[in-house]
């Protein structure tokens, strides 16, 4: 089983609801994402996918998200834009861009600082 990750930033803005403190107001991160992706077999290039890929599909999936109000965003209007809820978006949202790679996603992390981050992987 072979593993490549990229990683990439966006800044955005949200407020969580049901939420007592500090988050309840409307605040903004400089987020970090990094996509796993894993797969059994290698192309004739020896690549599992081209990282330029992965990227790409990455980027596109977080214009969406780069320099917005995430509690304005569909996805996002009953679901709280947790770190968590990030990046099970992110993640679904890949599993579909790359479904036609002999690729999976492995899991998607999202920092939301330095010291603080949230994964979704799929168990099993």
Not at 30 to 41: E, F, L, P, R
Not at 95 to 102: D, V
Request: charged content about 30%.
């Amino acid at each position: 089983m072979y593993e490549i990750t990229v990683e990439d930033v966006f800044s955005s803005a949200h407020r969580l609801r049901k939420y007592k403190g500090k988050c309840e107001n409307i605040h903004g991160h400089n987020w970090k994402v990094s996509v796993t992706v894993k797969g059994q077999k290698l192309d004739a290039t020896g690549l599992l996918i081209d990282f330029h890929i992965v990227k790409e599909k990455l980027r596109k999936i977080i214009s969406i998200l780069d320099h917005k109000d995430l509690n304005r965003i569909p996805f996002f209007k009953k679901i709280n834009p947790t770190s968590e809820n990030i990046s099970f978006y992110i993640y679904s949202k890949m599993q579909t861009g790359l479904k036609s790679y002999p690729v999976t996603v492995e899991c998607v992390k999202v920092w939301e600082n330095d010291k603080q981050s949230a994964c979704y992987f799929k168990e099993g």
